[in-house]
């Protein structure tokens, strides 16, 4: 009798956001997210060398940003995201899901500030597990909702590589999740706890 031994690693994702107003937590969304197609192509690539001595990996770039938008369809406010200050400057559709992997890039991308599209991960991240890598995110009360854009109907998550440019909103990521409507306004910071399991 022959035995056969399997053993799969899966890659397994929890995310969990909160937002506070002053301190209190005035919402909160728990999620698992999708590795997307690319990320699964840059994982894949991450672990080997394209050439040897000297050792040429064949990807250099970490997970280094988070960014939000309000896209993905389960975004509860169509009506202040379709309407100015969001809408024209955010344009799109509401389409996406969080369990299409072939998703490329948040389907519309709101600014960190003026300046940015994403924002820098806490670094170095947790490994509360031997098994677990945990990013952290702290949108403040002036990110992302400033200027003209006191309220901001946020619905999708993403999270990026080093090579992805904070200057511009049309970044590749390599993890995706849509959730229900937080409201951001210049009261409301948002931690984001992201942890990718083994």
Do not use: C
């Not at 107003?21 to 919402?27: D, H, L, Q």
């Amino acid at each position: 009798m022959q035995l056969r031994f399997t053993d799969d690693i899966e890659v397994k994702q929890n995310l969990h956001i909160i937002a506070r107003e002053r301190g209190k937590i005035v919402a909160q969304r728990d999620g698992h997210n999708i590795w997307v197609d690319l990320g699964r192509e840059w994982l894949a690539r991450l672990i080997g060398y394209a050439s040897l001595g000297p050792d040429v990996p064949e990807e250099d770039f970490r997970v280094k940003y988070m960014g939000f938008g309000i896209g993905g369809t389960r975004q509860l406010a169509p009506a202040t995201a379709n309407s100015p200050p969001i809408s024209p400057p955010y344009t799109g559709s509401n389409l996406q899901t969080d369990i299409d992997p072939t998703v490329v890039r948040l389907e519309r991308p709101v600014r960190i500030s003026a300046a940015a599209w994403i924002g820098q991960v806490q670094f170095p991240p947790d490994h509360d597990s031997v098994f677990h890598t945990t990013f952290h995110r702290l949108f403040t009360q002036s990110e992302v909702s400033y200027g003209s854009f006191l309220t901001v109907p946020l619905s999708e998550v993403g999270l990026f590589t080093a090579d992805a440019d904070p200057g511009v909103g049309d970044n590749t990521l390599i993890a995706y999740d849509t959730f229900d409507t937080i409201s951001k306004t210049t009261s409301v910071e948002i931690e984001v706890v992201w942890t990718i399991r083994f």
